[in-house]
């Protein structure tokens, strides 16, 4: 008796096969500018960006996504997990491994087979889902590999969108604004975290997207608490409060951070003020060809002018795409060296602390463009009175 099986209902990738070829090819002239034979990909963000697959069954042991030059990218994967890998990416070469004792001796042997066991071999060393014991596993295999630090390298051309990738990112800021501003008309005495937050969720939810992961929204007392999530804890006259969160599809995350005063509340008032300044300070500060660090110290040039140096305790911003912020990517900070091209998006919190220790402040989701910044949020990022 022949058995036949319907079909996986199949998701598919959420960008057309031609945008992750783009995205390989920007990928392998980088490894070669650089001097690399092959590279090594193991960042979940990275993963999803080259393949399409969010890399979340590497929980329990790496997952690889392989690149050599005149190579088709192969991904080592756990067996377990290749029917997911098939649906979800568009990666065709797919070597399993069953056991996480296997994985290193199967990471080899695509080395090996590629003729790049002797060669430089990029690894993302500085990102997240790789251990230092599984680089050294793979070394044991492979005792003439020459290991690379390549944490820099995909979020390098990750940094700069596709006009497929903007299109997405303006569809989540819409979200993210009408997230903002169910956040300030949801503030009313007696009104609780974690109700605004429900309340926030859900319309991001009937925009087509979900609340990305790690939203803060605090009130008053717990506004001293950084990256605080939502607590059943009241708002009072008085009071101030914060919300930094977004809208989250295929893994783009957009997100801002906006504050408000139940009534009058002097201290986070004046501080807010002095955010505000500072963040736009830094909007226009960018443009193609300037430097991180620069657009930095137009942040710090204001806080300075403020008298108050020590309410600044952080960078002024980052570049954004897959997840909410990754390790390794363009982050606009002291001696920061990073040049700004046309097409990178940058998130700038401009959070501040208080004497006493509050937290408040303002940001900007921007479109880096041909002459300066694009401010993609429609929400202004001035203090809302409720």
């Known amino acids: 008796m022949t058995t036949t099986l319907s079909p996986i209902p199949l998701t ?30 193991t960042d979940h963000a990275h993963l999803q960006y080259l393949s399409g697959y969010n890399g979340r069954g590497g929980y329990f042991a790496p997952f690889l996504l392989i690149f050599v030059p005149g190579k088709q990218p192969t991904y080592v994967v756990r067996e377990y997990e290749v029917a997911s ?73 990750a940094a700069v969108k596709s006009d497929l990738e903007l299109a997405l990112v ?13 956040f300030q008309t949801s503030l009313r005495a007696g009104a609780t975290e974690t109700e605004v937050a429900a309340a926030i969720g859900d319309e991001i939810e009937k925009g087509g997207g979900a609340l990305a992961r790690g939203l803060t929204l605090v009130f008053g007392e717990r506004t001293r608490l950084p990256h605080g999530s939502p607590a059943d804890f009241p708002i009072r006259d008085g009071e101030p409060a914060m919300f930094e969160g977004g809208a989250m599809k295929d893994g783009y995350a957009i997100g801002v951070v906006r504050s408000a005063v139940l009534g009058r509340h002097p201290e986070t008032e004046a501080l807010h003020d ?108 001035t203090l809302h009175y409720a």
């Open 274 to 381: 002095v955010s505000v300044e500072a963040l736009e300070a830094a909007i226009a500060a960018i443009k193609p060809g300037i430097t991180a660090h620069e657009v930095d110290a137009a942040t710090r040039k204001v806080i300075e002018k403020s008298g108050r140096q020590h309410i600044f305790r952080h960078r002024t911003g980052y570049q954004t795409g897959i997840n909410w912020s990754e390790r390794g990517s363009l982050s606009l900070e002291p001696d920061a060296k990073d040049v700004l091209q046309a097409g990178m998006t940058l998130h700038m919190p401009i959070i501040l602390f208080s004497e006493n220790g509050y937290l408040i402040g303002a940001s900007e989701h921007v479109l880096v463009t041909d002459s300066g910044a694009e401010i993609l949020s429609q929400t202004p990022h």
């Open 170 to 182: 303006r569809k989540l800021m819409v979200m993210t604004d009408a997230a903002v501003r169910t």
């Open 12 to 41: 598919g990738t959420p960008f057309p096969k031609t945008e992750y070829e783009r995205r390989q090819k920007k990928v392998v002239e980088t490894m070669e500018r650089t001097g690399l034979d092959a590279l090594v990909v």
């Open 85 to 157: 890998v098939r649906a979800e990416s568009c990666i065709e070469e797919i070597i399993p491994y069953t056991q996480q004792n296997e994985f290193p001796k199967v990471s080899a042997d695509v080395l090996r087979k590629y003729g790049v066991h002797c060669k430089r071999v990029g690894f993302e060393l500085c990102c997240w889902h790789v251990a230092p014991a599984d680089v050294g596993a793979i070394q044991a295999q492979l005792p003439d590999l020459k290991v690379i630090d390549a944490t820099r390298l995909v979020a390098s051309v």
